[in-house]
């Protein structure tokens, strides 16, 4: 059972592109989340997703961040116009079941690590 | 508003030296604790969890942790420490969809 996969591992864009980090739950999950690390600080709760819908996404900054699950597919965390200050890991959870069914039970990917120059 | 306090940075301990990592919480009602372990470049592995009942839990790899209401404290405890438990520990409350992270203890292990 392949656990909760996310591409690229390591993604370098310039000032003003876009990013794109992709995550693959585990096998039966149909709940994603998404974490930012910054250096030398703990993960910090971006998003939560079930499939086609955005349960929670406190953690979200208003502008330029975009995340989606879709039907079919990985989970997307969309960066637009990345700034220097976007460069952090960006770690992906997976869970069978949310919170409302008793579940706190989160399996995490090795994490994305984008670099904006 | 949540929030988890890992006061040590960086601890440094012998191969085999006990271990202690604190972690302190702040949270109005009973707490879902969690600690988990990053080796660099990896994802997190979860050690333990506490959700309520008997406050000493044991976890994975030889660890154990001590949930202490009066104290806020949720500290992480191994007895013998192998070079291998050398990575990165985060203290960790669930809350409503969510882990509130502490920002870490980086662990060394000298030979």
């Known amino acids: 059972n392949a656990g909760v996969m996310q591409n690229p591992r390591h993604l370098v864009r310039r000032r003003g592109q876009e990013a794109r980090l992709r995550c693959s739950p585990m096998?039966?999950?149909?709940?994603v989340y998404w974490y930012r690390q910054l250096p030398e600080e703990g993960l910090k709760f971006m998003v939560y997703l079930q499939k086609e819908n955005i349960i929670d996404e406190s953690g979200m900054p208003k502008e330029r961040f975009s995340a989606e699950f879709p039907k079919e597919g990985p989970s997307i965390l969309r960066i637009q116009q990345v700034v220097r200050g976007d460069s952090a890991a960006y770690f992906c959870?997976?869970?069978?079941?949310?919170?409302?069914?008793?579940?706190?039970?989160?399996?995490f990917g090795p994490g994305t690590r984008l670099t904006v120059t | 508003a949540q929030s988890v306090t890992q006061p040590d940075i960086h601890i440094t301990v012998s191969e085999g030296a006990s271990l202690e990592l604190r972690c302190n919480y702040s949270?109005?009602?009973?707490?879902?604790l969690f600690w988990y372990v990053q080796s660099p470049g990896q994802g997190l592995q979860l050690l333990l969890k506490y959700f309520s009942g008997d406050t000493l839990v044991q976890g994975i790899k030889g660890f154990e942790a001590e949930f202490k209401r009066s104290q806020s404290s949720f500290n992480l405890r191994k007895p013998s420490v192998h070079w291998s438990d050398a990575a990165e520990y985060f203290c960790?409350?669930?809350?409503?969809?969510?882990?509130?992270f502490g920002s870490g203890t980086k662990l060394n292990v000298k030979p």
């Open positions: 949270y109005g009602a009973t707490p879902y």
């Open positions: 960790a409350v669930y809350d409503f969809n969510k882990f509130y």
């Open positions: 096998k039966g999950h149909s709940h």
């Open positions: 959870a997976s869970s069978p079941m949310g919170v409302e069914d008793g579940s706190y039970e989160q399996y």
